[in-house]
């Protein structure tokens, strides 16, 4: 047997976005939990489904059937419609740690929703890839959400 010493950096990661939807707080919570859930897809479109067990401790993982996967993170902290928190690795098989919040706050209808994803570790993915998936899952948040809530008032 053969060991390697390696000397590496930790990489500190922050991704942090805030953004107004308008639709019902309720709403968008519950399509946050449809869009990294079951509706999740890659930012080009292709389908990526996932499960989320949404209460506290719940896992949030890909399921590839015949007990085959890949754990993505586990519920912190839920608190319908304002809160949902994970820790966990998400996508990166490396030795690293993730925390993902979504924070809702309702006024008028119009729900103001603070989003971080904060990582440390070795971080094998480039920021500005995870930033575009993050992207691509918050902006198809904000059109579902809003779709839902014309469809509910007419």
């Known amino acids: 047997m053969t060991a390697t010493l390696?000397?590496?950096?930790?990489?500190?990661?922050?991704?942090?976005?805030?953004?107004?939807i308008a639709a019902p707080a309720a709403i968008v919570f519950e399509t946050i939990l449809e869009q990294i859930g079951p509706f999740n897809e890659t930012p080009d479109g292709t389908p990526l489904?996932?499960?989320v067990e949404a209460w506290p401790g719940g896992r949030w993982y890909r399921d590839l059937g015949n007990n085959t996967g890949h754990l993505w993170a586990h519920v912190q902290s839920i608190?319908?419609?304002?809160?949902l928190e994970f820790y966990g690795p998400l996508f990166m098989s490396a030795p690293a740690m993730s925390?993902?919040?979504?924070?809702?706050?309702?006024?008028n209808g119009i729900t103001q929703v603070k989003f971080s994803h904060r990582a440390v570790g070795h971080i094998p993915h480039p920021v500005d890839r995870m930033n575009g998936g993050w992207g691509s899952i918050n902006a198809r948040i904000r059109k579902f959400a809003e779709l839902k809530n014309k469809e509910t008032k007419q």
Do not use: G
Not at 6 to 20: F, G, H, M, P
Not at 79 to 83: A, E, I, R, S
């Open 49 to 51: 489904p996932m499960k």
């Open 6 to 20: 390696t000397d590496q950096a930790i990489q500190l990661i922050e991704i942090v976005k805030e953004e107004q």
């Open 99 to 107: 925390h993902v919040i979504y924070r809702l706050s309702e006024e």
């Open 79 to 83: 608190k319908p419609p304002t809160l």
